[in-house]
T-cell receptor, first 113, second 113 residues
Framework: EADIYQTPRYLVIGTGKKITLECSQT?????MYWYQQDPGMELHLIHY???????EKGDLSSESTVSRIRTEHFPLTLESARPSHTSQYLC????????????FGSGTRLTVV | QKEVEQNSGPLSVPEGAIASLNCTYS??????FFWYRQYSGKSPELIMF????GDKEDGRFTAQLNKASQYVSLLIRDSQPSDSATYLC?????????????FGTGTLLAVQP
């Protein structure tokens, strides 16, 4: 069972609202990632972090922001949600090392109306 | 050319057959390779990883790596309808501070009862 948790699982919210998607892991992983994935489509990396106070933008441009104040916590914030933000957001974490893959959370399915 | 290439499928195989999923990568410096399974509407889960040339077996799954040909494959023996999912190939490059995996777009496998 994965020890990485995302909340909420589903979120329907109006345009213009500020939202924060939560991601926490209890595995002590120093590296964490946020992906965006539309149904049936590929994963797109939007943010990543190599440790506390370290955050980088990913390959896909995103209007969201992230923070990493604690090792276990990597929240993603949208200041003003738009319908184009409707998607599934997946959080993942890993240890360093060639043989260490990512552990994914269950995801947050966001719908902006 | 994408760094990690997979045929999107769908790959349709009858129940009990061997399913062969293929992946090619462009960076010769890539060091480790991962296979993830993603059911529709769910998050990816790690099946196997491999970093040495040759075969690695785990139950009904066999990962094969050929670094000279920049090719990695996943064989699923005795395919079951419950194996129907999208299979993602992911590659980790050698060196540097980055621990990022580069994901392919995935191959949709459909096992017919």
């Amino acid at each position: 069972e994965a020890d990485i948790y995302q909340t909420p699982r589903y979120l329907v919210i109006g345009t213009g609202k500020k939202i924060t998607l939560e991601c926490s892991q209890t595995m002590g992983h120093d590296k964490m990632y946020w992906y965006q994935q539309d149904p049936g489509m590929e994963l797109h990396l939007i943010h990543y972090s190599y440790g506390v106070n370290s955050t980088e933008k990913g390959d896909l441009s995103s209007e969201s922001t992230v923070s990493r104040i604690r090792t276990e916590h990597f929240p993603l914030t949208l200041e003003s949600a738009r319908p184009s933000h409707t998607s599934q957001y997946l959080c993942a974490s890993s240890l360093a090392g060639l043989g260490n893959g990512y552990t994914f959370g269950s995801g947050t399915r966001l719908t902006v109306v | 050319q994408k760094e990690v290439e997979q045929n999107s499928g769908p790959l349709s195989v009858p129940e009990g057959a061997i399913a062969s999923l293929n992946c090619t990568y462009s960076d010769r410096g890539s060091q480790s390779f991962f296979w993830y399974r993603q059911y529709s509407g769910k998050s990816p889960e790690l099946i196997m990883f491999i970093y040495s040339n040759g075969d690695k077996e785990d139950g009904r799954f066999t990962a094969q790596l050929n670094k000279a040909s920049q090719y990695v494959s996943l064989l699923i023996r005795d395919s079951q309808p419950s194996d129907s999912a999208t299979y993602l190939c992911a590659v980790r490059r050698y060196g540097g501070a980055t621990n990022k995996l580069i994901f392919g777009t995935g191959t949709l496998l459909a096992v017919q009862p």
